[in-house]
């Protein structure tokens, strides 16, 4: 939940808010929850709702002049399809083994190339690609279900 909302509202004390609020509305919305379905969709579309309702609450709240084309740049917030993915993609992350994770977060996440990563963790090279490739792999079997989902 909270990476739904920090997606949206880029203020961490803000999405914990959400997180807060979201718990609070699906707890209150209990008895319209029909059992037998998975309820991250259901708690997705809260979350998202709430960090909505908190970034206009904020914008309204900081009296902010209108966007000036020249300095100013307009942060959309993410739309479903990308927060969901990006929820999906960090709950696989989770689910692969440390040592793996971190070479990911390394070339992935800070753009460091297999050379940089592995003086960065003081592994071989061929450990830091070994890992790098068994990560992937994993990665592409945890998602596989994103690429059915937009077929």
């Known amino acids: ?8 509202l880029h203020d961490h004390g803000l999405a914990e ?3 807060q609020q979201t718990f609070l509305q699906a707890w209150r ?3 319209s929850f029909e059992g037998g379905r998975d309820p991250g969709p259901w708690l997705y579309a809260i979350a998202r709702r709430v960090a909505v309702d908190l970034y206009r609450r904020e914008r309204r709240h900081q009296g902010r002049q209108p966007l000036s084309a020249d300095t100013d740049v307009a942060a959309l917030p993410r739309s479903f399809e990308q927060t969901w993915e990006a929820w999906q993609i960090r709950l696989a992350l989770d689910k692969i083994p440390a040592d793996q994770r971190e070479i990911i977060a390394a070339t992935h996440f800070l753009g460091l190339t297999h050379e940089e990563t592995a ?6 090279v061929g450990t830091v690609k070994s890992r790098s490739h068994r990560a992937h792999r994993r990665l592409a079997t945890l998602l596989s279900h994103l690429e059915e989902a937009t077929a």
């Open 1 to 8: 939940m909270f990476t739904v909302a920090f997606s949206s």
């Open 17 to 19: 808010e959400a997180v």
């Open 119 to 124: 003086r960065k963790l003081g592994l071989p």
């Open 29 to 31: 919305a209990a008895k």
